[in-house]
């Protein structure tokens, strides 16, 4: 085995170590109930009052919709009827669609609540450790948790493909993955992040496809804020939306600043 081999495996070993917190799946997922059978979903964006999925197809408006509502991180499914109260197309022909919801009664909102009062307090440490979102205020990080998904990666799990028009920014809480490119036909790891790290950015500022492949190197806790949260929270609340563009603008600049200065070293003809 090569250093480099080596230095890498260190690495591993070390992410493995310095995995402080506790891995808590916060994924929800709803089931409806079509003619033609069940269609599982999994919600991008939950409320008392509703929630936001994304869909390959529209799904006929002007009627309810008997579903499921998986709470992964408390262990409870609560049916519910749903009824779709705006929806949007995007890029590549999947449907974000937003559905409110009908005769949930106390018992199913108090359900709702309790989880959405542990994923807040998961995601709002989080964002609280994560340096670039330390300018916000606790109330913002609090607010802008509720726009996040939560990902728990198994090792060599794909996150996202090359091409896929999720347009999501990740940022990773633990673990490690890997960044593949297409080459001549083949994937070929052109980098690696790790805890700490945010990628994604391009896909999510320019509205294109996503770049590259994403895969877990080793089990990974991940986080991410897509391009359809982002437009839901643009509506909902505008003075949030503008911050959170404000501050990862602030971090492009340092990341950029950080990769000229590595090219450019002193001395260099082409710096002055």
């Known amino acids: 085995m ?6 890498v495996e260190r690495f591993i070993q070390e992410m493995e170590e310095r995995r ?6 916060m994924t929800v997922t709803v089931s409806l109930s079509l003619s ?3 269609l599982a979903l999994t919600t991008q964006n939950l409320s008392p009052h509703g929630l936001l999925v994304t869909s390959a197809a529209p799904l006929p408006p002007g009627r309810d919709y008997e579903a499921e509502l998986h709470l992964i991180a408390t262990g409870q499914t609560l ?3 749903l009824r779709p109260v705006w929806r949007k197309r995007a890029r590549g022909g999947a449907w974000h669609i937003g559905f409110s919801f009908e005769r949930l009664g106390r018992a199913g909102e108090g359900k709702i609540g309790k989880y959405l009062d542990l994923r807040r307090a998961h995601l709002t440490s989080f964002l609280t450790d994560f340096p670039i979102f330390r300018p916000l205020t606790h109330r913002d990080r609090t607010l802008l948790s509720g726009y996040c998904i939560h990902h728990l990666l198994a090792k060599n799990e794909i996150l996202s493909r ?3 028009m999720t347009r999501t920014l990740y940022i990773i809480r633990s673990g490690m993955v890997r960044i593949l490119k297409s080459v001549g036909g083949e994937r070929r790891t052109v980098a690696t ?3 700490g790290e945010i990628f994604g950015e391009a896909s999510f500022l320019s509205r294109e496809p996503h770049h590259s492949t994403i895969q877990a190197v080793i089990p990974s806790e991940v986080i991410g804020i897509t391009g359809a949260s982002y437009d839901y ?3 909902q609340d505008p003075r949030l939306a503008l911050k959170l563009a404000e501050t990862l603008a602030r971090f ?3 990341r950029l600043r950080r990769t000229t200065a590595k090219l450019f070293s002193p001395g260099d003809p082409g710096e002055e």
């Open 2 to 7: 090569g250093e480099r081999a080596r230095d």
């Open 20 to 25: 402080r917190a506790p891995r808590l799946e």
């Open 36 to 38: 033609e059978g069940t």
């Open 79 to 81: 049916p519910c009827h």
């Open 162 to 164: 090359e091409g896929d």
């Open 193 to 195: 992040a790790s805890a």
């Open 233 to 235: 929270l643009r509506l």
């Open 252 to 254: 492009l600049v340092r």
